[in-house]
Protein backbone atom coordinates (compact mmCIF):
# COMPACT_ATOMS: atom_id res chain seq x y z
CA UNK A 1 0.00 0.00 0.00
CA UNK A 2 2.95 2.47 1.11
CA UNK A 3 4.34 1.20 -2.58
CA UNK A 4 1.05 2.12 -4.31
CA UNK A 5 0.56 5.77 -2.27
CA UNK A 6 4.09 6.66 -3.31
CA UNK A 7 3.01 5.70 -7.12
CA UNK A 8 0.26 7.85 -6.82
CA UNK A 9 1.74 10.22 -5.84
CA UNK A 10 4.42 10.72 -7.84
CA UNK A 11 1.96 10.35 -10.50
CA UNK A 12 -0.24 13.19 -9.65
CA UNK A 13 2.48 16.09 -9.04
CA UNK A 14 2.03 18.62 -10.96
CA UNK A 15 -1.12 17.05 -12.80
CA UNK A 16 0.03 13.76 -13.68
CA UNK A 17 3.60 15.04 -14.43
CA UNK A 18 6.54 13.58 -12.95
CA UNK A 19 8.17 16.48 -12.09
CA UNK A 20 7.57 20.11 -10.98
CA UNK A 21 9.02 23.14 -13.08
CA UNK A 22 6.53 26.17 -11.32
CA UNK A 23 8.60 29.39 -11.02
CA UNK A 24 11.59 27.28 -13.26
CA UNK A 25 13.05 28.53 -16.19
CA UNK A 26 14.28 25.94 -18.97
CA UNK A 27 17.04 26.76 -21.34
CA UNK A 28 17.17 24.74 -24.40
CA UNK A 29 20.09 25.21 -25.77
CA UNK A 30 20.91 25.33 -29.36
CA UNK A 31 24.38 24.73 -31.08
CA UNK A 32 23.68 27.22 -34.25
CA UNK A 33 23.62 30.66 -34.79
CA UNK A 34 19.74 32.54 -34.24
CA UNK A 35 19.22 32.56 -38.10
CA UNK A 36 19.29 28.91 -39.29
CA UNK A 37 16.09 25.92 -39.18
CA UNK A 38 17.14 25.25 -35.88
CA UNK A 39 16.80 28.14 -34.28
CA UNK A 40 13.03 28.51 -35.87
CA UNK A 41 12.22 25.04 -34.70
CA UNK A 42 13.35 25.72 -31.12
CA UNK A 43 11.50 29.37 -31.22
CA UNK A 44 8.40 27.88 -32.51
CA UNK A 45 7.97 25.22 -29.88
CA UNK A 46 9.50 26.98 -27.09
CA UNK A 47 6.14 28.60 -25.92
CA UNK A 48 3.99 25.57 -26.40
CA UNK A 49 6.40 23.64 -24.06
CA UNK A 50 6.62 26.10 -21.72
CA UNK A 51 2.17 25.91 -21.44
CA UNK A 52 2.36 22.14 -21.67
CA UNK A 53 5.48 21.46 -19.10
CA UNK A 54 4.18 20.69 -15.62
CA UNK A 55 4.23 23.85 -13.43
CA UNK A 56 4.52 26.00 -17.35
CA UNK A 57 8.26 27.41 -16.70
CA UNK A 58 9.48 29.83 -19.18
CA UNK A 59 11.20 27.97 -21.46
CA UNK A 60 14.46 30.27 -22.99
CA UNK A 61 16.36 28.89 -26.16
CA UNK A 62 19.96 29.65 -25.88
CA UNK A 63 22.12 29.89 -28.97
CA UNK A 64 25.31 28.18 -28.73
CA UNK A 65 27.03 27.95 -32.22
CA UNK A 66 30.43 27.04 -33.00
CA UNK A 67 32.67 24.16 -34.75
CA UNK A 68 29.35 23.35 -36.89
CA UNK A 69 27.77 22.45 -33.46
CA UNK A 70 29.98 20.15 -32.21
CA UNK A 71 31.29 22.96 -29.79
CA UNK A 72 27.60 22.94 -27.75
CA UNK A 73 27.46 19.15 -28.15
CA UNK A 74 30.51 18.79 -26.29
CA UNK A 75 29.69 21.46 -23.93
CA UNK A 76 25.88 19.50 -23.20
CA UNK A 77 27.62 16.39 -22.33
CA UNK A 78 29.78 17.28 -19.64
CA UNK A 79 26.25 18.75 -17.74
CA UNK A 80 23.96 16.05 -15.98
CA UNK A 81 20.67 15.67 -14.93
CA UNK A 82 21.47 15.83 -10.82
CA UNK A 83 23.03 19.51 -11.71
CA UNK A 84 19.93 20.93 -13.82
CA UNK A 85 17.31 19.05 -12.66
CA UNK A 86 15.01 19.15 -15.42
CA UNK A 87 15.68 22.74 -16.46
CA UNK A 88 18.42 22.18 -19.61
CA UNK A 89 17.28 20.68 -22.70
CA UNK A 90 19.45 20.52 -26.19
CA UNK A 91 18.48 20.59 -29.31
CA UNK A 92 20.82 18.45 -32.00
CA UNK A 93 20.74 18.51 -36.06
CA UNK A 94 22.13 16.30 -38.17
CA UNK A 95 24.93 18.70 -38.40
CA UNK A 96 25.38 17.39 -34.74
CA UNK A 97 25.16 13.51 -35.99
CA UNK A 98 27.17 13.60 -38.92
CA UNK A 99 30.72 14.39 -37.27
CA UNK A 100 29.34 11.88 -34.73
CA UNK A 101 28.39 9.35 -37.68
CA UNK A 102 31.95 9.71 -39.06
CA UNK A 103 34.10 9.63 -36.06
CA UNK A 104 34.97 13.57 -35.82
CA UNK A 105 38.08 13.71 -33.71
CA UNK A 106 36.48 16.89 -32.34
CA UNK A 107 33.49 15.10 -30.95
CA UNK A 108 33.78 14.31 -27.14
CA UNK A 109 29.88 14.09 -27.35
CA UNK A 110 27.87 10.74 -27.05
CA UNK A 111 24.27 10.03 -28.18
CA UNK A 112 24.27 7.00 -25.85
CA UNK A 113 24.29 9.02 -22.98
CA UNK A 114 21.43 11.44 -23.66
CA UNK A 115 17.47 10.80 -23.39
CA UNK A 116 15.62 11.88 -26.28
CA UNK A 117 11.91 13.13 -26.30
CA UNK A 118 11.26 14.35 -29.30
CA UNK A 119 12.44 14.11 -32.54
CA UNK A 120 11.56 16.15 -35.75
CA UNK A 121 11.58 14.89 -39.53
CA UNK A 122 12.00 17.80 -42.29
CA UNK A 123 13.23 18.55 -45.55
CA UNK A 124 15.55 20.60 -47.44
CA UNK A 125 15.18 22.39 -50.46
CA UNK A 126 18.83 23.74 -53.11
CA UNK A 127 17.75 27.22 -55.06
CA UNK A 128 19.43 29.21 -57.55
CA UNK A 129 19.27 32.97 -58.93
CA UNK A 130 16.92 33.70 -61.53
CA UNK A 131 19.47 33.36 -64.23
CA UNK A 132 21.05 30.53 -63.17
CA UNK A 133 17.77 28.54 -62.64
CA UNK A 134 17.31 30.05 -66.63
CA UNK A 135 20.25 27.24 -67.16
CA UNK A 136 18.52 24.09 -66.35
CA UNK A 137 16.44 22.36 -69.24
CA UNK A 138 13.74 21.35 -67.25
CA UNK A 139 15.22 18.69 -64.53
CA UNK A 140 18.19 18.31 -66.82
CA UNK A 141 21.07 20.34 -64.28
CA UNK A 142 23.80 19.77 -67.22
CA UNK A 143 23.34 23.26 -68.61
CA UNK A 144 24.80 24.55 -65.08
CA UNK A 145 28.07 22.86 -65.57
CA UNK A 146 29.92 26.16 -66.97
CA UNK A 147 29.50 27.94 -63.58
CA UNK A 148 31.49 28.41 -61.06
CA UNK A 149 29.52 28.46 -57.53
CA UNK A 150 30.02 29.80 -54.56
CA UNK A 151 28.38 28.04 -51.80
CA UNK A 152 28.28 28.77 -47.73
CA UNK A 153 29.20 26.36 -45.42
CA UNK A 154 29.30 24.85 -41.61
CA UNK A 155 31.43 22.79 -42.78
CA UNK A 156 32.23 19.52 -44.92
CA UNK A 157 31.43 16.95 -42.48
CA UNK A 158 28.41 18.31 -41.38
CA UNK A 159 24.76 18.13 -43.14
CA UNK A 160 26.59 19.76 -46.12
CA UNK A 161 27.92 16.55 -46.96
CA UNK A 162 24.56 16.10 -48.42
CA UNK A 163 23.96 18.96 -50.84
CA UNK A 164 27.82 18.99 -51.19
CA UNK A 165 28.11 15.27 -52.63
CA UNK A 166 24.59 16.31 -54.49
CA UNK A 167 25.80 18.89 -56.70
CA UNK A 168 29.16 16.87 -57.46
CA UNK A 169 27.14 14.21 -58.56
CA UNK A 170 25.38 16.18 -61.11
CA UNK A 171 28.59 17.82 -62.26
CA UNK A 172 28.37 20.88 -60.47
CA UNK A 173 31.64 23.10 -59.77
CA UNK A 174 30.50 24.09 -56.57
CA UNK A 175 33.34 25.68 -54.40
CA UNK A 176 32.31 26.21 -50.59
CA UNK A 177 33.37 28.96 -48.40
CA UNK A 178 33.67 26.88 -44.71
CA UNK A 179 33.11 28.50 -41.20
CA UNK A 180 29.74 29.68 -41.61
CA UNK A 181 28.21 29.61 -38.13
CA UNK A 182 24.77 28.60 -39.45
CA UNK A 183 22.08 27.75 -42.44
CA UNK A 184 20.91 31.17 -41.82
CA UNK A 185 24.38 33.12 -42.67
CA UNK A 186 24.37 31.15 -45.89
CA UNK A 187 21.06 32.31 -47.13
CA UNK A 188 22.46 35.82 -46.03
CA UNK A 189 25.46 35.42 -48.17
CA UNK A 190 22.82 33.93 -51.31
CA UNK A 191 21.09 37.36 -50.73
CA UNK A 192 24.36 39.60 -50.35
CA UNK A 193 25.66 37.94 -53.50
CA UNK A 194 28.10 36.30 -51.78
CA UNK A 195 27.05 32.93 -52.86
CA UNK A 196 25.05 31.77 -55.72
CA UNK A 197 23.71 28.74 -54.79
CA UNK A 198 22.27 27.19 -51.31
CA UNK A 199 20.23 25.19 -49.18
CA UNK A 200 17.71 25.46 -46.74
CA UNK A 201 16.45 23.00 -44.18
CA UNK A 202 12.51 23.31 -44.65
CA UNK A 203 11.56 25.32 -41.74
CA UNK A 204 14.57 27.94 -42.74
CA UNK A 205 13.27 27.57 -46.19
CA UNK A 206 9.63 28.51 -44.97
CA UNK A 207 10.21 31.32 -43.16
CA UNK A 208 13.35 33.01 -45.14
CA UNK A 209 13.56 32.15 -48.59
CA UNK A 210 9.83 31.74 -49.60
CA UNK A 211 10.19 35.54 -49.30
CA UNK A 212 12.78 35.33 -52.15
CA UNK A 213 11.16 33.33 -54.85
CA UNK A 214 8.32 35.18 -54.32
CA UNK A 215 9.98 38.61 -55.22
CA UNK A 216 11.74 37.11 -57.71
CA UNK A 217 15.27 37.07 -56.73
CA UNK A 218 15.57 33.27 -56.30
CA UNK A 219 14.20 29.82 -58.08
CA UNK A 220 13.80 26.59 -56.03
CA UNK A 221 16.48 23.85 -57.71
CA UNK A 222 15.45 20.68 -55.81
CA UNK A 223 14.29 19.65 -52.61
CA UNK A 224 15.84 16.49 -51.54
CA UNK A 225 12.92 14.75 -50.69
CA UNK A 226 11.55 12.04 -48.40
CA UNK A 227 11.02 8.61 -47.77
CA UNK A 228 8.09 6.43 -47.93
CA UNK A 229 6.91 3.08 -46.33
CA UNK A 230 9.27 1.31 -48.17
CA UNK A 231 12.56 3.20 -47.80
CA UNK A 232 12.16 5.03 -51.38
CA UNK A 233 12.51 8.54 -52.28
CA UNK A 234 9.34 10.32 -52.91
CA UNK A 235 8.46 14.26 -53.31
CA UNK A 236 8.86 15.42 -49.82
CA UNK A 237 4.91 16.39 -48.66
CA UNK A 238 5.75 20.21 -47.85
CA UNK A 239 7.07 20.84 -51.69
CA UNK A 240 5.40 18.68 -53.55
CA UNK A 241 5.57 20.49 -56.79
CA UNK A 242 9.19 20.30 -56.56
CA UNK A 243 10.94 17.99 -57.85
CA UNK A 244 13.49 15.92 -56.12
CA UNK A 245 17.60 15.41 -56.44
CA UNK A 246 16.67 11.82 -57.41
CA UNK A 247 14.47 13.21 -60.22
CA UNK A 248 17.21 15.57 -61.42
CA UNK A 249 19.69 13.24 -61.07
CA UNK A 250 17.97 10.90 -63.70
CA UNK A 251 16.98 13.61 -65.81
CA UNK A 252 21.10 14.81 -66.06
CA UNK A 253 23.79 12.99 -68.18
CA UNK A 254 26.35 11.37 -66.28
CA UNK A 255 23.94 11.07 -62.81
CA UNK A 256 23.71 7.85 -61.34
CA UNK A 257 21.02 6.59 -59.10
CA UNK A 258 22.71 3.31 -58.09
CA UNK A 259 26.13 2.32 -57.33
CA UNK A 260 28.53 3.69 -54.31
CA UNK A 261 27.99 7.03 -54.59
CA UNK A 262 24.11 7.07 -54.72
CA UNK A 263 24.14 4.74 -52.01
CA UNK A 264 26.07 6.52 -49.73
CA UNK A 265 24.01 9.87 -50.55
CA UNK A 266 20.92 8.49 -49.65
CA UNK A 267 22.34 6.77 -46.39
CA UNK A 268 23.37 10.11 -45.02
CA UNK A 269 19.98 11.63 -46.43
CA UNK A 270 18.54 9.41 -44.25
CA UNK A 271 20.90 9.92 -41.24
CA UNK A 272 20.06 13.48 -41.53
CA UNK A 273 16.79 14.29 -42.58
CA UNK A 274 13.67 11.85 -41.26
CA UNK A 275 15.12 12.16 -37.78
CA UNK A 276 16.95 15.61 -38.59
CA UNK A 277 15.90 17.63 -35.55
CA UNK A 278 15.80 16.26 -31.92
CA UNK A 279 15.52 17.17 -28.05
CA UNK A 280 17.38 15.90 -25.66
CA UNK A 281 17.72 15.70 -21.58
CA UNK A 282 21.07 15.55 -20.06
CA UNK A 283 22.89 12.58 -18.64
CA UNK A 284 21.14 10.71 -15.54
CA UNK A 285 17.84 12.17 -16.19
CA UNK A 286 15.14 10.23 -13.90
CA UNK A 287 12.42 8.48 -15.92
CA UNK A 288 9.90 10.78 -14.30
CA UNK A 289 11.44 13.85 -16.34
CA UNK A 290 11.77 11.89 -19.09
CA UNK A 291 8.02 11.01 -19.11
CA UNK A 292 7.14 15.17 -18.38
CA UNK A 293 9.23 15.60 -21.15
CA UNK A 294 7.77 13.12 -23.57
CA UNK A 295 4.30 13.74 -22.19
CA UNK A 296 4.20 17.61 -22.92
CA UNK A 297 5.28 17.22 -26.31
CA UNK A 298 2.33 14.77 -26.81
CA UNK A 299 0.36 17.44 -25.65
CA UNK A 300 1.80 20.15 -27.91
CA UNK A 301 1.26 17.68 -30.30
CA UNK A 302 -2.21 16.93 -29.72
CA UNK A 303 -3.44 20.56 -30.11
CA UNK A 304 -6.56 21.10 -32.27
CA UNK A 305 -4.33 23.54 -34.15
CA UNK A 306 -1.00 22.10 -34.52
CA UNK A 307 -1.12 20.65 -37.61
CA UNK A 308 -2.22 24.25 -39.21
CA UNK A 309 0.71 25.99 -37.30
CA UNK A 310 3.15 23.86 -37.40
CA UNK A 311 2.70 23.07 -41.55
CA UNK A 312 3.77 26.79 -42.10
CA UNK A 313 6.53 26.59 -39.77
CA UNK A 314 8.37 22.97 -39.82
CA UNK A 315 6.36 22.00 -42.78
CA UNK A 316 4.63 18.76 -42.79
CA UNK A 317 6.58 15.86 -41.02
CA UNK A 318 6.77 13.31 -38.96
CA UNK A 319 7.10 14.61 -35.09
CA UNK A 320 7.75 11.67 -32.21
CA UNK A 321 8.07 11.07 -29.10
CA UNK A 322 8.29 7.76 -26.69
CA UNK A 323 9.33 4.54 -29.26
CA UNK A 324 8.92 6.22 -32.21
CA UNK A 325 12.07 9.44 -31.32
CA UNK A 326 14.14 6.22 -29.63
CA UNK A 327 13.59 4.45 -33.28
CA UNK A 328 14.25 8.01 -35.26
CA UNK A 329 17.74 8.31 -32.92
CA UNK A 330 19.11 4.83 -33.63
CA UNK A 331 18.37 5.67 -37.71
CA UNK A 332 20.44 8.70 -37.04
CA UNK A 333 22.91 7.59 -35.49
CA UNK A 334 23.95 4.81 -37.70
CA UNK A 335 24.89 4.07 -41.26
CA UNK A 336 26.35 1.00 -43.00
CA UNK A 337 30.36 0.73 -42.83
CA UNK A 338 30.18 1.05 -46.83
CA UNK A 339 28.68 4.22 -46.35
CA UNK A 340 30.79 5.67 -44.29
CA UNK A 341 33.81 4.50 -45.64
CA UNK A 342 32.79 5.96 -48.94
CA UNK A 343 32.47 9.44 -47.57
CA UNK A 344 35.74 9.49 -45.32
CA UNK A 345 37.57 8.95 -48.51
CA UNK A 346 35.88 11.54 -50.39
CA UNK A 347 36.39 13.89 -47.68
CA UNK A 348 39.95 13.41 -48.08
CA UNK A 349 40.21 13.54 -51.77
CA UNK A 350 37.50 16.60 -52.00
CA UNK A 351 38.39 18.21 -49.69
CA UNK A 352 41.61 17.53 -47.52
CA UNK A 353 39.88 17.03 -44.80
CA UNK A 354 41.52 13.59 -42.90
CA UNK A 355 39.44 12.01 -40.08
CA UNK A 356 41.66 9.39 -39.15
Not at 46 to 74: I, R, W, Y
Request: one cysteine or more.
Amino acid sequence: MAAAAATFATGATAGGHGIDLTGKTVEWVIPFSETGGSAKWANFYAPLLSEALPGQPTVVVKFMPGAGSTKGANWFQEQTYEDTQGTLIFGSSGSTQFPYLLGDPRVRYEYNDWNVVLASGTGGVAYLPPDLAAKMDGLDASGLRDTDFIYGSQGATRLDLVPLLAWEMLGLNVEPVFGIKGRGDGRLMFERGEANIDYQTSSSYLKGVTPLVEDGSAVPMMSWGALDADGNIVRDPTFPDMPTFKEVCEATDGCETSGDQWEAWKAFFVAGFPAQKMVFLPAGASNDAIVSYTKAFEEVKARADFAEISAKRLGKYPQMTGDEAAAALASATQVPDSAKAFVVNWLQERYGVSLN
